[in-house]
Nanobody
């Protein structure tokens, strides 16, 4: 069984910072592309940022220059550093990863989501 466990969500003031973490666990050999998505109330789930196993990154225009995605391949963990948070960043943030299992299968896995609220 493979799962992604997110942590780090919560309440942050506008202009503040927050760091999300997502760790893959289970019968895995490693992870491929990893990313963060978010879903605000009443809206669709949108891509926030992705990172390849080699460290290549991409960002949604709305977060460029404010958010940074990074990863620790040894820990099968991806991070999202959120700086200069805005109220419109309020959403449930979901981690996504391509995982290679010990059975040589490739799975796309989602985390359970963590709520980020930007408010004074």
């Amino acid at each position: 069984q493979v799962q992604l466990v997110e942590s780090g969500g919560g309440l942050v003031q506008p202009g503040g910072s927050l760091r999300l973490s997502c760790a893959a666990s289970g019968t895995i050999l490693g992870t491929k592309d990893m990313g963060w998505y978010r879903q605000a109330p009443g809206k669709q789930r949108d891509l926030v940022a992705t990172i390849t196993s080699g460290g290549g990154t991409s960002y949604a225009d709305s977060v460029k220059g404010r958010f940074t995605i990074s990863r620790d391949n040894g820990k099968n963990t991806v991070y999202l550093q959120m700086n200069r948070a805005k109220p419109e960043d309020t959403a449930v943030y979901y981690c996504n990863a391509g995982v290679v299992t010990t059975g040589a299968r490739y799975l796309e896995v989602w985390g359970q989501g963590t709520l980020v609220t930007v408010s004074s």
